[in-house]
Nanobody, 115 residues
């Protein structure tokens, strides 16, 4: 499976960005897809995850500001981010894991929140 992420960039404080990720190759319909991030000086952490059963889990910092969504074909995942803060600056990684499989990571897309 290959993951292609897009949508990062520079945004002002309080602005919005939409990240998108498409999985290609041997994509299983029952999968988890989501987003992790690595901010300066920190370990990679979960942002939001959409489970194979339709669940959605968010990190505490993402609740009420970020929304994860999936395409009908279950091979795409989007992350709508609003109310962005400087501490949201970092590299955002798309994540895929088929049920019972190993995680696959995208190449990362940089999000910079600045005044």
């Amino acid at each position: 499976v290959q993951l292609q992420a897009s949508g990062g960039g520079l945004v002002q404080i309080g602005g919005s960005l939409r990240l998108s990720c498409a999985a290609s190759g041997s994509v299983f319909i029952n999968n988890d897809m989501g987003w992790y991030r690595q901010t300066p000086g920190k370990e990679r952490e979960l942002v939001a995850l959409s489970g194979s059963g339709g669940s959605a889990d968010y990190a505490y910092f993402a609740k009420d500001r970020f929304t994860i969504s999936r395409g009908d074909a279950r091979n795409t995942v989007n992350l709508m981010m609003s109310g962005l803060k400087p501490e949201d600056t970092g590299v955002y990684y798309c994540y895929y894991r088929a049920d019972g499989g190993r995680p696959t990571w995208g190449q990362g897309t940089l999000v910079t929140v600045s005044s």
